[in-house]
């Protein structure tokens, strides 16, 4: 029943989300904050039919896996599940969730298992970071007993599983400098404006979102979004943080008056600076291609880890410089350049129309003269006619969102037979569940994940697919 106390229970896996997996009683209890080998006193709080959640109430003894969080906001901040827990055993437990994936859901055999690629940077390798203004920031259980915090503007992450509830974030440790100067000054600065902060359930207010990108090459891009257009107070705060922050490269606001935060469909105007930033990448050969990132662009948090991520897709990839390649959800053309050079063509298929026109752009930039770019809906563009006019693909290289790929796009990819496919997915559970749709024609002869986010349960994988 909810509400039950457990005793003693001791954490023996991680799960869903990265919470702690109990078992008791052969029911599967998850528990947050809790990490593998630590024995707690837990009280069940919610009951589904194949799982329950926990909430702890006491640790009895902790586990020799647990390391102390460096960040302040660790276990209100949902950004970094992991931070209590050693980065080794994390790679692990990454490790085993994609063995698992492919054992237990796709019920795979796999030739060949490598081990994961671990993250040579465990703080402050994220690229992009979004922070939300809350006109009523989320308070913490002390700050609940002074009423002077209530309807506290704040800015920060949202609080996991609520939409209207963000964490006033004072220090982060997932982007580097100066990520945390830029959002601490805006937050300064527009209180003692009086800056009216956004109110998502009202719909009202002026200040919405900031985002903070950079690239390794030392540029930063800052991007506001407005919910209304107000001119002084946009000239205002736009004025103050040029002059306080030299380091930043572009300078944009968005104006977003909708019920959601997407602004991938909305025009950035250029304050200051360039209208774009741009990062590097290191092909196999030693070749540099730059990339073009503008607010909209799409391009991978962890610049260290994907680059890593690329040359391997390239490697096996085993191009002679004959072959036709497709590469499903292109993104900003990144893996199609990365291909190009050893590929006879390159077709890139993404269904976001303005990271389809960054990826022609890239490809210019970077001299590369035998890559399309199509966009539009991936199992609609998947066409007998496409193929005719494109060629049949010797190689397919897909890297879909976390939901993987539409039956209708596996089908598709199953009429063409390349001879491989390179499947990189962000979730390696609904990776394997496409993957057990093609096993008849295909086999695993290899898998590989790569760690892109530290201290969370998220993991990469690459897996090699060859024709039977």
Not at 14 to 19: A, C, K, L, P
Request: net charge neutral.
């Amino acid at each position: 029943m909810v509400h039950e106390i457990i005793e003693n229970a001791e954490a023996i896996d991680t799960g869903e989300g990265g919470n702690a997996l109990v078992r008791h009683n052969e029911r599967v209890i998850f528990v947050k904050g809790l990490v593998p080998g630590d024995i707690a006193d837990i009280k069940i709080v919610k009951k589904k039919k194949k799982y329950a959640m926990g909430r702890i109430i006491s640790v009895k003894k902790l586990s020799p896996m647990r390391v102390k969080p460096v960040c302040s906001h660790f276990g209100v901040c949902g950004g970094c599940s992991w931070q209590n827990l050693d980065y080794e055993k994390q790679t692990a437990f990454k490790q085993k969730h994609v063995e698992d994936a492919f054992e237990r859901i796709g019920k795979i055999d796999v030739e060949l298992k490598l081990p994961i690629v671990p993250s040579a940077n465990i703080y402050k390798y994220r690229n992009k970071l979004e922070f939300t203004f809350s006109a009523k920031r989320w308070l913490t259980h002390e700050e609940m007993g002074n009423t002077a915090n209530f309807n506290q503007p704040g800015l920060g992450f949202h609080i996991p599983g609520l939409f209207d509830k963000v964490l006033d974030l004072h220090e982060c440790y997932l982007q580097p400098a100066p990520s945390n100067s830029i959002r601490n000054e805006i937050r300064q600065f527009a209180i003692k404006e009086n800056m009216p902060f956004f109110d998502i359930n009202a719909q009202e207010g002026f200040l919405r979102n900031v985002m903070v990108r950079n690239t390794s090459r030392g540029e930063v891009m800052v991007v506001f979004v407005f919910f209304k257009d107000d001119k002084v107070l946009r000239e205002k705060l736009l004025k103050h943080i040029a002059e306080n922050f030299s380091e930043i490269t572009s300078l944009q606001y968005i104006i977003n008056p909708k019920k959601n935060d997407s602004f991938n469909d909305l025009p950035a105007v250029v304050y200051a600076g360039k209208e774009y930033i741009a990062e590097e990448l290191t092909r196999n050969n030693g070749d540099i291609l730059k990339f073009r990132i503008s607010p909209q662009s799409f391009f991978q948090t962890s610049t260290d880890q994907a680059n890593a991520l690329y040359r391997k897709v390239s490697e096996w990839a085993e191009l002679t410089g004959e072959e036709i390649v497709y590469d499903l959800y292109t993104g900003c053309g990144t893996i199609a350049s990365f291909v190009a050079a050893e590929s006879a063509s390159v077709i890139g298929i993404e269904y976001v129309e303005q990271a389809v026109a960054n990826a022609k752009l890239n490809a210019e930039l970077n001299k590369i003269n035998n890559v399309q770019f199509f966009a539009g809906d991936m199992q609609g563009m998947l066409t007998e006619e496409f193929c005719r006019h494109n060629g049949i693909p010797d190689v397919i290289i897909t890297d879909p969102p976390r939901g993987g790929m539409h039956p209708d796009v596996v089908n598709a990819i199953l009429k063409m037979e390349p001879k491989k496919i390179i499947y990189v997915s962000c979730n390696p559970s609904t990776q394997a569940r496409d993957i057990a749709l093609m096993k008849e024609k295909y086999s695993v002869k290899i898998i590989q994940p790569f760690d892109m986010f530290p201290h969370t349960s998220h993991v990469e994988n690459v897996a090699l697919l060859h024709r039977k």
